[in-house]
């Protein structure tokens, strides 16, 4: 299964409200979870399920979407925020990963 | 508190093999799943493949069969990953990952640091 994450990169200021798609290349149901990666660190669980919130992440993160179409929405976007994000379905046995997308500092 | 902790750098020469360690603490090691994923340098996550820690089962990505297997040792809640006849395409940051695979939630919600491996002449 291959996820297609858009875009690829995006500037943003600091408040803005920021959304990423990830498209699934066939359904997944709600098999979807979203990382939170910066540079020279592990990888950090965001959402799981599509759209529940890890435990101890900001409530400005939010994700939805089944099947096929998902979206991470970061509502207000904070200093802390600027990273890369990417998406993984976890529908089958063999798991994949989006592209990701480098949220930047506009 | 619940860690992955894994084991130190290292440096091989193509045609080597590494095996990186990664010890659990802080839950039931048999109740979980353990995934590895690899990252190259400035390149996004590519997942490796995954290991029961319950009864060994193991599912590898189609493009590392045969050249990549996960062990567990449950004595030492200690996880292990050997790749074989490496290449330097095979130089990369390689994490472990506690997998959650419910009928609920299914992510990897607890990592380790990372092991650096590089390949090379």
């Known amino acids: 299964i291959q996820l297609t994450q858009s875009p690829s990169s995006l500037s943003a200021s600091v408040g803005d409200r920021v959304t990423i798609t990830c498209r699934a290349s066939?359904?997944?149901?709600?098999?979807l979870a979203w990382y939170q990666q910066k540079p020279g660190k592990a990888p950090k669980l965001l959402i799981y399920a599509a759209s529940t919130l890890q435990s101890g992440v900001p409530s400005r993160f939010s994700g939805s979407g089944s099947g096929t179409d998902f979206t991470l929405t970061i509502s207000s976007l904070q200093p802390e925020d600027f990273a890369t994000y990417y998406c993984?379905?976890?529908?089958?046995?063999?798991?994949?990963f989006g592209g990701g997308t480098k949220v930047e500092i506009k | 508190q619940v860690q992955l902790v894994q084991s130190g750098a290292e440096v091989k020469k193509p045609g080597a093999s590494v095996k990186v360690s990664c010890k659990a603490s802080?839950?039931?090691?048999?109740?979980?799943?353990i995934s590895w994923v690899r990252q190259a340098p400035g390149q996004g996550l590519e997942w490796m493949g995954w290991i029961s820690a319950y009864n060994g089962n193991t599912n590898y990505a189609q493009k590392l069969q045969g050249r990549v297997t996960m062990t567990t040792d449950t004595s030492t809640s200690t996880a292990y990953m050997e790749l074989r006849s490496l290449r330097s395409d095979d130089t990369a940051v390689y994490y472990c990952a506690r997998e959650v695979f419910g009928v609920v939630m299914r992510a990897m919600d607890v990592w380790g640091k990372g092991t650096t491996v590089t390949v090379s002449s």
């Open positions: 066939q359904g997944i149901s709600s098999y």
């Open positions: 802080g839950y039931t090691f048999t109740s979980y799943g």
């Open positions: 993984q379905q976890l529908n089958s046995y063999l798991l994949t």
